[in-house]
């Protein structure tokens, strides 16, 4: 073989990659690229970022995307350990609705409520919890009350035939009555 023909079987872009494999500089560029070049990011545990009209986050070193459902899962999976007292939560019909309450495995809260009655203030925590119960089903009565009022008298069924229904008439002052005795309760303490 002579000379000239191993010139050209080797590119300057291929003897320079050779060195740069024999020197031990993996990362070594044999050509220049011209173009988009993405960015590449680092992110910690428990950044928030978006990507491609999605949010992510790092979760136990996981990648993760971030959803609206995220709370009520936290409600729902019950944690391997009791975020009060680290000790180890059962999984047991106690622990389930405990947690779902307050955050805090049966135990946690017995003990709580129990130093409650020790320094006396266990009435007014039970005012609390009665009151944020009747406030809740007070408004899903004026809810209720918004969804009698704004009913529609057409409806489409399944098949898509559109059916006429037709009720009472609604009191419109006997509605307003409602209402205000609804928002009278709802600012009543238990």
Known sequence: MSENNLKKEFSQRDIQ?????ITGDLSGKTQTQVGYEKHARTYQEGDIWEDNGKQWTIKNGIKQ???KYDDLKRLIVLPLACPNCSKAMKVNQYNKKYYALHGMCFDCVIEYETNL???GKYE???????NANKNFFLDEALQILDDFENHKETYV?????IENW???NVDKD???KWRENIKKMRNQEV
């Open 17 to 21: 990659r050779m060195r740069n494999l």
């Open 65 to 67: 995307t971030v959803t």
């Open 117 to 119: 009655r020790h320094e």
């Open 124 to 130: 007014e925590y039970e005012k609390q919890i009665l």
């Open 157 to 161: 069924s399944e098949e898509g035939d």
């Open 166 to 168: 037709s009720g009472g």
């Open 174 to 176: 006997e509605l307003k």
